[in-house]
């Protein structure tokens, strides 16, 4: 038949068009495979951190090299993989893809999409594991990072290419803080980058519904590892998502990473270690677990303007246990950063939210970042405030302070009450330079504490009223404001 014999021609010519050549493989088996972790024998040649491929597609990556048994963290689910299944080297390392198109997506850490919009479109693939900045492609860290916190950008100003820990113990507000600096990024120039490691569903899912609710979410990228995912996916889930982020920072652009959270990711290393047996150290950990944090935080800096002058930021989020501060991962981590930032589990559930600890947080980077017009407004106001919090504890065991003290308790209550904010409302940098002119002139001193929330609530629209910004009408405007919120004010009749 001619059609018949048309097919076979064709057939044929493909056939001898294929060039037949030696081809090496390698090739190896499973010994053991359990809780996400393969032993593998017979990978002589692969390197640390190479992905290795399985007869049924899963994939993993080299974590531990022994002379006889290479240890494999799956980044896929094991449940398909068994015993004596064949094993490939790809000779590569993990990569991830990075570019424009992750923006506004939620993506795992290898990039896959999570969103259900399609694959990502990439303008390159990096390696996870990158080196951090030299010092002498480096630059000081000047230009401020405004989180919309007031409590954060007066006390506890962050600079662009800092990496500042946000630290406390577990349901204290750390995530809110964190989100609450990407909200407030919304009609900046810099670019968003949430990683979550281990987190619950719900967690995460409130986390992305804030982001696009009160966010520009086209500028962010979402990096979710969660705790049902794989270990070896938990594990490179904050080198992925540095990595995306060293892109735009490469480029000279601006970028803020939060991690959340380094504890959960050590507590995944530790897993990790104990089953390939590497050696325990303090709390079973094994002695790399500073190195693993320590060049992850490294890659955050300010370049210099020789590298295109971007920055990327890192706030780092660690858990403690009943406020130990001094347990081995807070410690490993408040060590490596420029600073922390410790909310309280007292104050949380005393209604001071953000339950920030001004006595025990810390920015190493200091006033150089702060806005100028912001560092004069709050003056002394840390100060103040920390002399406050002493005179409030004496002043519970009883006595009469005198007319001075009097005063000073009377300013600090509505300083605390000034700090005090609510999720997902980021204030702008007038109005958080408004605010602490009026806690510094004492014009909130006349108000019940209750009304401090209201003046604060307030204050934006009368700043936008305003047909000047002379700060003598300013001031006029908010005197008036205040007025109207004394008792006698309430009181008076019309």
Known sequence: MPHDADWLASAT?????????????????????????????????????????????????????????????????????????????????????????????????????????????????????RPAPSIIDRDLVTEPVQTGVVVVDTLFALGRGQRELIVGDHST??????????????????????????????SVRHAVEALQIHGNFARCIVIVAGAASAPGLQWIAPYAGMTMAEYFRDKGQHALIVIDDLSKHAATHREIALLTRQSPGREAYPGDVFYIHARLLERAAKLSQARGAGSLTALPIAETDQGNLSAYIPTNLISITDGQIVLDAALFHQGQKPAVDVGLSVSRVGGK???????????????????FL??????????????????????????????????????????????????????????PVAAVKVFRAALPAVLDGLDTEDQAAVLTAMRQLAASLTPEAKTAKP
């Not at 995530?175 to 619950?200: E, F, P, R």
């Not at 005198?402 to 940098?429: E, M």
């Open 13 to 129: 010519a493909a056939v001898e068009g294929i060039a037949l050549a030696p081809r090496a493989e390698h090739r190896g088996r499973v010994e053991e495979i359990g809780d996400g972790v393969a032993m593998i024998s017979g990978l002589r040649d692969v390197r640390l951190d190479e992905v290795l491929r399985f007869a049924g597609g899963q994939f993993g990556f080299a974590r531990v090299l022994d002379p006889n048994l290479i240890g494999c963290v799956m980044l896929d689910s094991a449940v398909a993989v068994q015993a004596e299944d064949a094993v490939f080297g790809t000779g590569e390392v993990v990569n991830v893809p990075v570019g424009e198109g992750l923006l506004g997506r939620i993506v795992d850490p290898l990039g896959r999409p999570l969103d259900g919009k399609g694959g990502v479109d990439a303008a390159a693939h990096w390696p996870i594991e």
């Open 173 to 202: 507000g750390k995530t809110t803080l964190a989100i609450d600096a990407l909200i407030a990024q919304a009609h900046s120039d810099m670019i968003c980058v949430y990683v979550a490691v281990g987190q619950k569903t719900s």
């Open 369 to 387: 970042t702060q806005a100028p017009s912001l560092r004069k407004a709050a003056g002394t106001l840390r100060l103040d405030y920390a002399q």
């Open 390 to 447: 002493e005179l409030e504890v004496f002043t519970r065991f009883g006595g009469m302070p005198d007319g001075r003290v009097k005063a000073q308790l009377t300013r600090g209550a509505r300083i605390r009450a000034a700090l005090q904010q609510a999720q997902h409302a980021p204030l702008r940098l007038g109005d958080e330079v408004a605010l602490m002119l009026a806690v510094q002139l004492g014009l909130l001193d006349a108000l």
